[in-house]
């Protein structure tokens, strides 16, 4: 595993290996508009941290695999890949997990306060304060069937583990959805590492705090 922070996540891990940040390492960006520009770094990476292209670029090396580029041409770079609609629509489908016998399937999204997989923002006083707990959003339709109350506390089962976050009773949530936020590591771990952002089927139920 990579990583900038001592994540969660990083307990997990056999070997961990020291990420530089972007703002650390400078290098060659795309804009939203297509533009290439060149950055600089701001601050030196602490220790033996390096970027995501020298970290990939070093493994190559120790592993025997030639032709990894040290640099990669503007011209690539600014290239915009044409998009075909028609053969995207014809690619095969990923096998999805239908919602049956009482389940649901839960999909992962990146919330307004930890942002992404929250890397940062766990390590952050505002986004604890504010978000201190995974919001776990499911439909008016499925909260009543499961007796699930809005702000009640939950437990969210799948094949790859369990974990618990507050219900949030949303109208516009799709009935059989439900969306767990990605910036906690406890809600990634229901999800497999081919998966990772869903969806997946999971099992819903009250907390047992919340049925004593």
Request: charged share 20%.
């Amino acid at each position: 595993m990579a990583a900038s922070l001592p994540v969660p996540t990083l307990g997990a891990a056999d070997i961990v290996l020291p990420l530089a940040f972007n703002f650390e390492t400078g290098g060659t960006t795309v804009t939203g508009s297509g533009e290439v520009v060149t950055v600089d770094a701001v601050a030196d990476p602490p220790g033996e941290a390096v970027s995501a292209g020298e970290l990939v670029r070093k493994l190559a090396e120790v592993m025997g695999i030639s032709g990894v580029e040290r640099k990669v041409d503007a011209k690539v770079l600014g290239k915009t890949p044409e998009a075909d609609a028609e053969a995207i629509l014809q690619r095969p489908q990923p096998d999805v997990p239908s919602a049956a016998n009482g389940k649901l399937l839960a999909l992962t999204h990146s919330d307004a306060v930890h942002f992404h997989v929250g890397s940062l923002t766990a390590q952050c006083a505002w986004p604890k304060y504010v978000a201190p707990e995974p919001v776990v959003t499911l439909s008016a339709k499925d909260a009543e069937a499961l007796g699930i109350a809005n702000g009640g506390t939950v437990r969210i089962t799948s094949d790859e583990g369990e974990t618990t976050g507050t219900a949030e009773v949303a109208k516009e949530q799709p009935a059989g959805v439900v969306a767990v936020p990605s910036g906690f590591a406890e809600m990634r771990r229901l999800f497999p590492w081919e998966r990772a952002t869903g969806p997946v089927t999971v099992n819903i139920e009250k907390a047992r705090n919340e049925t004593e």
